[in-house]
């Protein structure tokens, strides 16, 4: 076929694809991922980079089962599914040493047997149909093609459709037609397919997790969740293409594009992502989602960012009497509204209840009139101490008539997400208020009516002094992706308040915020062989009864060996018996008794009414079993040996470490701290309850006379370097 014979079939083609445009207007695409769960027709397009191994020497055989997994959920579900694969490059070479084309043909057989395979486990046909660029410039052929897809997907077989790389067409014979989108690779072919068989969704799954403002790497990059070609086409900046296969992003976005335009939505994603194309149905926030109707997302959650560092700069300028005010405003403001905060409480409760939600999240959950007022106290103790800012930490006279100071200031901007108790949300925004910094929070879903309601009423107190902006309530966990996404441009800092598992999540998708925080709460109490009977029992009933749910609550109990056959420790036994704790015992306790049951592990945060008992020979022993299996969070001794606490409180390797004291003693209301924002585990910037304090960071000021540099370099001046503090 030469080039005027291509030429004259391309018209038929455009004339074809005019006609099938029209029956086709009819059709809309979505514009929100909440409509997705409606698709019925499903295009997903696996990308060279999805299909193959790292090292591009063979089929990445996980993935690949996972992806058939996933479509044949969506075709057992009714949908109808058409997908097109690379790959047969790739199996093709595992095989032999050929040259491309010869590969491909040797691998396109392997391929089809693969996903049969795999396929019919779910009891799902498979056919293969192999294309060219000429096809789709032959209306003769395109008819055929349009005919024989839709039978296949009415027949309830999934079509797996790939460019036939064994005879593809050189470019030269086969020239872009003005209007259509070239069909050079998968990304051009899946749009090309999509608009023919009337697809309400494309998928484009590459190794990218969607398209960039500009090439991840590049600074200031983020993912946009959403992108309307019309208005956001101008703002992208593209990178190089993946190693992996022909397209690059440009080329998916112009595939993204033609299909839009002929009302298919389109999302671009990471096929390497678990579960991605069952997500997308699901209109969870994976990848970007084009649409032609610009949906708030990205920009939303800037702003709200932006409104609260324009409120923080706002409140760090306040004297401090009045942030004081609006703390006790705040704080009057819960007790006069106390009925409707319970009764929000109470909805909460019933539908955890309903949830079966466990106990332990439901204890959390109450908040009751006790709460309420030991809330309201703390808050006092914050409003007495936001004399904080401007602080001189240090004061140095540099040289004559040039002083340097060291002041303290507000961190900015901060997002704390926290897990089911609402009362943390008053104690982090009175804490916010006092050290003037703006504030995002995300509290649980669990806990959604309680928090709106303490909300408002903390926004009613700040709008006398400053935007109600300043402090803003999310209230979707794709809010909280889109955040994690942003730069220290927007948030200064991050703290995560609930779960190990909370915690890591935002740690490990946090782009570039920094995150403060302890995963785990795993509290150890070394009862010695030199401890006075009654602070043990005492301190111990306290540490893992008083709130067994709080992170700072006994998890294990460590008992001198001395001890074991003695009184104290049958005492100590009985006394959690008769408060109905679950007793386990570590591998050294086993030696002595058979009647507990085996603790799974020694580093298990129980979080409830259960106890790891394990036996130290010393306080070496106990030492080094808490640095090993403790989470660096809060640890006590219980002796009269004056040695032994020594040592103890200088080796523990934790953020807080007691003295004769329960471990439920670190808090910050109980520290004096008013409150907390968090328990810090961390070594940076602060360490154990983050008070106001904590919240803070400095810059430096220097009031001068005309001083240079040069001044000093050329002798002209000294430096004098005295403390004037």
Not at 49 to 63: F, H, K, N, P, Y
Not at 324 to 351: G, H, K
Not at 588 to 596: A, G, I, M
Request: hydrophobic letters at 40%; proline letters at 3%.
């Amino acid at each position: 076929m030469n080039r005027i014979i291509l030429k004259k079939a391309s018209a038929g083609y455009m004339s074809f694809r005019r006609n099938f445009s029209l029956s086709n207007s009819l059709l809309k695409s979505y514009n929100s991922r909440k409509e997705l769960r409606d698709a019925k027709k499903i295009v997903v397009k696996l990308g060279s980079a999805v299909i193959t191994r790292e090292d591009q020497s063979g089929i990445a055989l996980g993935r690949l089962a996972s992806i058939v997994e996933q479509v044949s959920e969506l075709q057992n579900s009714g949908k109808q599914v058409l997908m097109v694969t690379s790959g047969a490059v790739a199996l093709g070479r595992q095989k032999s040493a050929l040259d491309k084309k010869a590969c491909a043909a040797t691998g396109q057989n392997g391929l089809m047997s693969l996903y049969s395979s795999l396929f019919s486990q779910y009891g799902i046909e498979t056919a293969q149909v192999l294309v060219t660029k000429a096809d789709f410039q032959s209306e003769h052929t395109l008819k055929h093609l349009q005919s024989t897809l839709n039978y296949l997907m009415e027949a309830k077989i999934v079509p797996i459709l790939n460019t036939n790389d064994a005879i593809g067409y050189p470019p030269e014979l086969t020239q872009d037609i003005d209007g259509s989108l070239n069909i050079n690779d998968n990304d051009s072919l899946s749009a090309h397919l999509a608009t023919m068989v009337k697809s309400d969704l494309l998928l484009l799954m590459s190794d990218v997790n969607g398209v960039y403002n500009c090439p991840p790497d590049y600074p200031g990059s983020r993912l946009m969740e959403t992108l309307c070609p019309a208005e956001d086409r101008s703002l992208l900046n593209f990178g190089e293409k993946s190693n992996v296969g022909t397209g690059g992003m440009e080329s998916k976005i112009t595939a993204a594009e033609y299909a839009l335009k002929n009302d298919c939505s389109v999302i671009i994603c990471n096929g390497k992502q678990q579960n991605a194309i069952v997500d997308c149905i699901n209109g969870k926030k994976v990848g970007t989602f084009f649409t032609n109707e610009p949906i708030p997302s990205i920009v939303s959650v800037e702003n709200l960012a932006l409104s609260a560092r324009n409120g923080g700069r706002i409140l760090q300028t306040l004297p401090a009497d009045k942030r004081s005010t609006i703390i006790r405003d705040y704080s009057q403001l819960l007790l006069a509204n106390s009925r409707q905060i319970y009764e929000a409480n109470m909805l909460d409760i019933e539908l955890a209840k309903k949830n079966n939600l466990s106990q332990v999240l439901q204890s959390r959950l109450l908040l009751n009139e006790k709460k309420l007022i030991t809330l309201a106290d703390g808050m006092q103790q914050i409003a007495a101490n936001t004399n904080i800012l401007g602080k001189v930490l240090k004061s140095v006279q540099l040289a004559d008539e040039l002083i340097l100071k060291q002041v303290t200031v507000p961190i900015g901007v901060l997002l704390v997400i926290f897990e089911s108790r609402p009362d943390s949300l008053p104690q982090i925004c009175s804490l916010s208020i006092a050290s003037g910094n703006g504030l995002l929070l995300k509290g649980g879903s669990e806990a959604l009516n309680t928090n709106r309601v303490l909300h408002q009423l903390v926004q009613d107190a700040l709008e006398q002094y400053v935007p109600r902006e300043t402090i803003s309530l999310l209230n979707t966990r794709e809010e909280i992706n889109d955040l994690l996404q942003l730069d220290s441009k927007y948030i200064d800092l991050i703290i995560p308040r609930g779960s190990n598992e909370l915690v890591q999540n935002i740690q490990k998708n946090s782009k570039s915020i920094p995150v403060l925080g302890h995963a785990e709460g795993i509290c150890h109490v070394f009862v010695d062989k030199d401890c006075d009977p009654e602070t043990a029992l005492k301190v111990v009933k306290d540490a893992k009864c008083d709130y067994p749910s709080a992170c700072n609550a006994m998890e294990t109990l460590l008992i001198h060996r001395d001890l074991v056959k003695t009184q104290l420790f049958q005492s100590i036994v009985d006394l959690f018996k008769m408060e109905n704790v679950k007793l386990y015992a570590g591998p050294n306790l086993q030696k002595y008794t058979t009647e507990l049951p085996p603790a799974k592990k020694l580093n298990h945060e129980y979080s409830d009414l259960e106890l790891t008992i394990e036996v130290a020979d010393d306080v070496h022993s106990a030492v080094e079993h808490i640095n090993r299996f403790g989470s660096n969070h809060t640890e006590s001794v219980i002796t009269r040996n004056d040695e032994v606490a020594e040592y103890f409180l200088k080796h523990v390797d934790s953020a807080c470490v007691f003295l004769n004291t329960s471990t439920r003693m670190a808090d910050g209301y109980r520290f004096g701290l008013g409150a907390e924002v968090g328990i810090s585990t961390g070594r940076l910037h602060a360490r154990g309850p983050v008070g106001v304090e904590g919240l803070l960071t400095t810059k430096w000021l220097i009031n001068g006379n005309a001083h240079t540099a040069s001044d000093f370099s050329t002798g002209k001046k000294k430096f004098l370097h005295k403390i004037l503090n």
